[in-house]
């Protein structure tokens, strides 16, 4: 995104276009299809300025880069991811503070998660419409829970834990809303969900790819 929308929005960096081009290109020439992500947590500096992915203004700020993506590279490219592992640049970067851009705090960390799941449908649905035959997908991190011991406490605990950092993201792209049963401080959400953001959450997505790194006891 930086290299290629160096202010987030606007006028593309012709250079970074061009980069592009020549890696897609020189993939195609030695047989390599290319898979193309188009977010791996590289969010422009000067829009984390105006409050990142904690700004609802982000969606729309996404959606110009894909709109960008899609016209110079969507006549070569025909696999799309397009956000990467959002549950762990959204929970380590606005949540915990120990990633960018540092930022703690549950309130923080809603707003972020909203409008990274509204920016994943957003940009999917511009693929869509702007590339034939796309074969379009996106990236979860997934990670095996197992409660310390059967005690209905470890049990209970267990559940949100896997609901948090498994079901929070994908159940809501899936179109099944999020999964504030059994993580009840997701209710906070509420107060950002604007009129038909539910149904904008959701995108019949081709494939869905899934990282899966550890387990949490």
């Excluded at 993939?27 to 904690?54: A, F, S």
């Excluded at 970067?93 to 540092?102: D, Q, R, T, V, W």
């Excluded at 792209?173 to 999964?179: E, F, K, T």
Aim: aromatic share 12%; net charge neutral.
């Amino acid at each position: 995104w930086s290299r290629i929308l160096p202010n987030g929005v606007g006028a593309p960096n012709q250079k970074g276009i061009d980069f592009y081009n020549r890696v897609i290109d020189a993939c195609l020439e030695r047989g390599l299809e290319p898979w193309l992500t188009l977010y791996h947590w590289d969010l422009p500096q000067v829009l984390q300025d105006q409050g990142g992915w904690m700004n609802r203004a982000s969606v729309s700020w996404f959606s110009e880069y894909v709109e960008v993506c899609a016209q110079y590279f969507g006549d070569r490219v025909k696999n799309w991811m397009v956000i990467n592992e959002p549950s762990v640049f959204t929970g380590a970067g606005y949540f915990l503070g120990i990633h960018a851009p540092g930022r703690k705090g549950i309130t923080n960390y809603l707003k972020a998660m909203h409008h990274v799941t509204l920016a994943t449908a957003a940009g999917a649905k511009i693929i869509r419409e702007r590339i034939p035959n796309a074969n379009i997908g996106t990236t979860f991190s997934c990670t095996h829970i197992e409660p310390a011991t059967e005690s209905a406490k470890d049990l209970e605990a267990a559940k949100r834990v896997d609901t948090l950092l498994n079901r929070t993201f994908i159940e809501p792209i899936l179109g099944l809303g999020y999964p504030q049963k059994d993580l009840p401080v997701l209710k906070k959400l509420n107060s950002y969900i604007a009129p038909d953001d539910l149904n904008n959450l959701a995108f019949d997505f081709d494939f869905i790819g899934l990282q899966c790194y550890t387990r949490e006891v």
